[in-house]
């Protein structure tokens, strides 16, 4: 059966250089094992998405020639996670928790990238009467058990060991790593984490190439995934970063160069793909490459 990959990104801003190395790497992989490319947009947190940049992620891959098999918008899939919420909570995996962001970080010790380790304060409790209603702020009054609170899964104490094309085999504990953590925010938004595991097992992803700094998101995702009865899970490839000059990675947040503002700027696509061969190691110059040539570069790193 042909295997699967997705570029996932998430449309809270314009993609960056960041993402074309990412995006490189996906179609390089598909190239390589012979994959078909989904493109997922990942707009889980509605508060931060904006219908400008989905558009405009469109626009950017394919004035830079990538094509994809398939796509979906992951706002489309709210039943899907409800669905998947309602088999996890029928096998008593599922908790509310209470905590204020200041609780988290005063009752919970932290992990090396900073995260806090959830020492399971709220587990115990039972399921509200009433639901957060999706994306509402619910009252605070009332019941204590109708109160502001995110659900949090009950992540099985266990190693799981698993293998990095790239960086070699880990063997990651997620209860000691983040411990039980939320699949649904205090706003009734779904993580990350919750959505990205539901739609890597729905759209039958068989390869997850993402950048290093999502590592960490690994374990914690395999094990949820397990949860959801997927016991085989996708293989995984997490590619080096770009970094800016201070050698912090690149964010959106942090108002990172567009790719829309370099096509305004006139710059052209295999100027754009040579730069950012070039700051990620993978080239000696920064001569501009067309898309085959930098594919072929790529797939000669992984
Ligand atoms: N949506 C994530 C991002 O833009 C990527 C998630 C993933 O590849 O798992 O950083």
């Not at 990959?5 to 012979?34: C, I, M, N, Q």
């Not at 889980?44 to 990538?66: K, V």
């Not at 899907?80 to 096998?91: G, I």
């Not at 970094?243 to 503002?261: P, Y």
Request: aromatic letters at 8%; proline letters at 6%.
């Amino acid at each position: 059966m042909p295997g699967k990959t997705r570029f996932a990104p998430s449309p809270t801003g314009y993609l960056h250089e960041g993402h074309l190395l990412s995006a490189l790497f996906v179609w390089a992989a598909a190239t390589k094992w012979d994959l078909s490319v989904h493109l997922r947009i990942e707009d889980h947190d509605q508060e931060r998405s904006r219908s400008e940049h989905i558009a405009a992620i469109r626009e950017d891959l394919q004035w830079l020639g990538f094509k994809w098999q398939s796509e979906s918008l992951q706002s489309d899939h709210f039943d899907r996670f409800e669905k998947s919420l309602k088999n996890l909570e029928a096998q008593n995996l599922v908790y509310p928790c209470y905590c204020s962001r200041k609780e988290l970080e005063e009752q919970n010790p932290k992990n090396e990238f900073g995260e806090i380790i959830y020492q399971g304060k709220c587990k115990g409790g039972s399921l509200p009467l009433v639901r957060t209603a999706s994306l509402s702020t619910p009252s605070s009054g009332g019941s204590p058990r109708n109160a502001p609170h995110s659900l949090r899964i009950k992540i099985p104490d266990k190693v799981i060991n698993w293998h990095d094309l790239r960086l070699g085999d880990f063997a990651e504990n997620p209860k000691l790593q983040c411990g039980d953590f939320p699949i649904r925010d205090r706003i009734g938004q779904w993580t990350y984490q919750f959505a990205v595991c539901v739609d890597d097992i729905e759209e039958g992803i068989t390869h997850v190439i993402r950048g290093e700094d999502i590592r960490n998101s690994t374990a914690r995702q395999i094990a949820l995934m397990e949860l959801m009865g997927r016991t085989e899970p996708p293989k995984y490839l997490h590619h080096p970063l770009i970094v800016d000059t201070a050698g912090k990675k690149l964010s959106k947040r942090e108002k990172a160069h567009s790719i829309r503002q370099d096509r305004e700027a006139g710059v052209t696509p295999q100027e754009l793909l040579g730069r950012v061969l070039f700051k990620a190691g993978l080239a000696s110059t920064q001569a501009p490459a067309d898309l085959d040539t930098a594919l072929d570069i790529v797939c000669r790193n992984l």
